[in-house]
């Protein structure tokens, strides 16, 4: 299916994105547009990638403000967390938000037992939360706590397929 659209000639990333909504290629096109913004926002043309985000925000209102608090905490950490924070409170099942937040939090303010809480809250809010699962096993690696890396970095990134199918049960603890 996306072979096709290699072939053709899109006058901007958003009408791309459109086809891909089109022909039903929801995640594809929800992590794409998501990526559009960020990639444009990192590029210093932030009036591009508001088009990136409102296509995102369709597919998953709110994933905008995930991927804008990431992008802010490269230079204001503090800003960004209480941004995090503030939104947290009106969005508490938001799994993109609160991997965001964990990834504020380790990454950038170094706090791992703070961004363990969040990054487990993603993960309880949705099992199979790709951007959390990813950082759980940054965690886990961080704290030496190699079955865990297994567990996490496995399933995360499709060779054992969900954690609900990973042949092995789960063997990390939260």
Same mark, same amino acid.
């Given at each position: 299916?996306?072979?096709?659209?290699?072939?053709?000639?899109?006058?901007?990333?958003?009408?791309?994105?459109?086809?891909?909504?089109?022909?039903?290629?929801?995640?594809?096109?929800?992590?794409?547009?998501?990526?559009?913004?960020?990639?444009?926002?990192?590029?210093?043309?932030?009036?591009?990638?508001?088009?990136?985000?409102?296509?995102?925000?369709?597919?998953?209102?709110?994933?905008?403000?995930?991927?804008?608090?990431?992008?802010? /905490? &490269?230079?204001?950490? +503090?800003? %960004? =967390? !209480?941004?995090?924070?503030?939104?947290? *409170? @009106?969005?508490?099942?938001?799994?993109?938000?609160?991997?965001?937040?964990?990834?504020?939090?380790?990454?950038?303010?170094?706090?791992?037992?703070? /961004? &363990?809480?969040?990054? +487990?809250? %993603? =993960? !309880?809010?949705?099992?199979?939360?790709? *951007? @959390?699962?990813?950082?759980?096993?940054?965690?886990?690696?961080?704290?030496?706590?190699?079955?865990?890396?297994?567990?996490?970095?496995?399933?995360?990134?499709?060779?054992?397929?969900?954690?609900?199918? !990973?042949?092995?049960?789960?063997?990390?603890?939260?």
């Amino acid at each position: 299916m996306i072979s096709r659209f290699r072939k053709a000639r899109f006058a901007s990333p958003v009408l791309l994105l459109l086809a891909l909504v089109a022909t039903g290629t929801t995640f594809s096109a929800l992590s794409a547009s998501a990526d559009c913004g960020m990639f444009y926002l990192e590029l210093g043309v932030p009036e591009r990638s508001k088009a990136c985000f409102e296509l995102a925000d369709r597919l998953q209102p709110g994933i905008s403000q995930a991927y804008q608090l990431v992008h802010l /905490a &490269k230079t204001k950490p +503090d800003v %960004a =967390l !209480a941004q995090g924070l503030e939104a947290a *409170k @009106a969005r508490p099942e938001d799994a993109y938000l609160a991997s965001a937040i964990g990834w504020v939090l380790f990454h950038q303010q170094h706090k791992l037992a703070e /961004a &363990k809480v969040w990054v +487990d809250k %993603a =993960l !309880a809010i949705d099992g199979n939360h790709h *951007k @959390a699962m990813s950082l759980k096993w940054q965690l886990c690696e961080e704290e030496k706590d190699w079955l865990c890396v297994i567990e996490y970095r496995v399933s995360g990134h499709g060779v054992a397929g969900s954690r609900e199918s !990973a042949r092995a049960p789960l063997i990390c603890a939260s």
